[in-house]
Each structure stands twice: as C-alpha cells, then as structure tokens.
C-alpha cells in the first residue's frame, strides 16, 4: 500500500469559498491507479480553511460566506487587532470548518457525492498563495 504526498501551492484567491477539487484531481495522477484508498487534504494556514460542501449551485458559496461573516464579524472586540481587522475572524471561521479533509477513493476517483465538492475557504480579504499538503494512500492497480 504505497503513500504519496506533495505539496500543492494556489494562487492568491478572493476572500470566500472556492472549489478545489478539479485543482487536487490535477496534482495526482496517481489516483487513477488507486482501487480503494483515502485522501488527506490538509491547509498549512491558519487564517484559511477547507469543507466539503454543494459544488452546483453558485448562491451555495456566497450564502456560506455571509453567514461566517455573520457569525464572526469584523466588528467584534477582539483583542488580536494586529495584522488587520479581518486577520482574527478569520482565525474563528478556521478554527470553525477545520485544517483539513478527508475524502475517500474507489476505483480511481474520489467518492464524493453526486453534489459535493471540495472548498478552499479564503477567510482574508488579502490572503495570499495557500499550500496544501496532499496525502493518498490506497491499494493501487500495477502501472
């Protein structure tokens, strides 16, 4: 059972929810080969994040987003101000949707379901590149 793990950097996004899956399938050729595996998708950032979530219709993502913003809001008291106004609430919705992912894999593809899709969660207006760090490990098919 073989393990491969690479590093995965995006580019710079706009604040909000992003899918990624087509971004991960592209960053392992290998998973074609995979029978039945699982994929560990984690974020090396702590102002960002990653869910899995409705991949079909685009009010999904802006509804998502709102409502974060609404849970924490820039205009709470926080006491870590330092690095801007949206650095701490992003360090809430981070903390609130999780470092990383796990996906399973079956007959050379992720099992997600017919809806889902995996999101980068860009909680700054300025983030900047974000890095992933792609784990898959599985019972694979001879090349």
Request: aromatic share 6%; charged share 15%; with cysteine.
């Amino acid at each position: 059972m073989p393990w491969i793990q690479r590093q995965l950097r995006l580019p710079a996004i706009s604040r909000g929810f992003h899918l990624i899956t087509e971004h991960i399938t592209s960053a392992l050729p290998e998973l074609s080969r995979v029978k039945v595996g699982l994929l560990h998708v984690f974020i090396q950032h702590t102002s960002a994040s990653l869910t899995i979530n409705e991949n079909a219709d685009p009010d999904v993502p802006a509804d998502l987003e709102s409502s974060f913003n609404h849970i924490a809001p820039e205009s709470f008291p926080y006491q870590h101000t330092v690095e801007g106004p949206d650095d701490m609430p992003a360090h809430v919705k981070a903390a609130m949707l999780g470092s990383s992912v796990w996906v399973p894999v079956g007959e050379g593809r992720l099992c997600l379901g017919t809806w889902q899709g995996i999101y980068l969660c860009e909680h700054r207006n300025h983030g900047g590149s974000r890095r992933l760090i792609l784990t898959l490990q599985g019972d694979w098919t001879e090349a």
